[in-house]
């Protein structure tokens, strides 16, 4: 295929956990605005076009996991995958003080064109998957992996390490965030540096409109800069997250 929207990994996993990484990656494929949407490659190398780090962390946990994982192969410039195809922020024309000029003039028809090469497949691959694990009697719980800035448009520093994100089904996120702050070590946001209540996302459409346990996992960038530092964070969140699924009080309804 021509352009593919997303990788699949450790498609024979055969834990009951579904790991996704909805901004990868910063490509743009060659038929969108010249491949690089009118940008430089220091613009393409920062948090506006994919997360940083999120995709090492995402492809150990899975491996560490045992866990199939769904990665975008696109940046989330060409089209956001996190965002519902009505969201206004679905394709960005100004991002964090940086214009983006492939966008500028991208009509509805290239909106369209972009939805169904990219964002539309990368939701079909998950709902695909979801499907194919519970016909095998595993229902899974969705794990999404992102990661924030350290700072953002000049306010205060971040002091959180990671962020655990979440909406009305805390039944995965609760007691995350309560093993997560029993570390020494580590500030853990509760629904920082962001709120999970994001009506269309990926958690919203694959979790919550299917009564799927999930939880949305941001990791601070500074702390997962080189593919050791992501192999350190996964080496740590994956004891923990197994933890949390396999306790008897994560399978129990919840909502918050």
């Known amino acids: 295929m021509q352009d593919p929207a997303y990788e699949r990994l450790n498609g024979a996993g055969q834990a009951p956990i579904l790991v996704l990484c909805d901004h990868a990656t910063n490509r743009v494929p060659p038929s969108v605005a010249g491949g690089d949407l009118g940008l430089p490659a220091a613009e393409m190398a920062r948090h506006i076009a994919h997360d940083i780090g999120a995709r090492g962390v ?5 491996r560490r996991l045992d866990a199939p994982a769904l990665l975008t192969r696109f940046s989330r410039l060409v089209i ?7 969201d206004p922020t679905l394709l960005m024309r100004l991002y964090d003080g940086t214009i983006i000029p492939g966008n500028r003039d ?8 972009r939805l169904d090469a990219w964002h539309r497949p990368y939701h079909q691959a998950i709902t695909a998957e979801i499907d194919a694990m519970l016909a095998a009697g595993r229902e899974p719980a969705l794990v999404s992996i992102h990661s924030f800035t350290p700072r ?14 979440w909406d009305r089904d805390d039944r995965v996120a609760r007691p995350l965030i309560e093993r997560l702050a029993a570390e020494s070590d580590i500030v853990v946001g509760d ?6 209540a994001l009506e269309g996302d990926t958690m919203f459409r694959h979790g919550t409109m299917r009564g799927l346990r999930h939880v949305l996992i941001e990791i601070r960038q500074d702390l997962i ?8 964070w996964a080496a740590r969140l994956a004891p923990i997250l197994r933890e949390v699924l396999d306790a008897p009080a994560a399978a129990g309804a919840g909502g918050g």
């Open 106 to 113: 991208a009509d509805a028809e290239e909106r369209e064109r």
């Open 152 to 165: 953002l448009r000049g306010r205060p520093a971040r002091p959180w390490h990671v962020g655990v994100l």
């Open 225 to 232: 800069a080189t593919p050791e530092e992501q192999v350190g």
């Open 191 to 196: 629904n920082e540096p962001y709120h999970g």
């Open 80 to 86: 956001d995958p996190n965002r519902g195809e009505f």
């Open 58 to 62: 995402a492809v150990e946990l899975s």
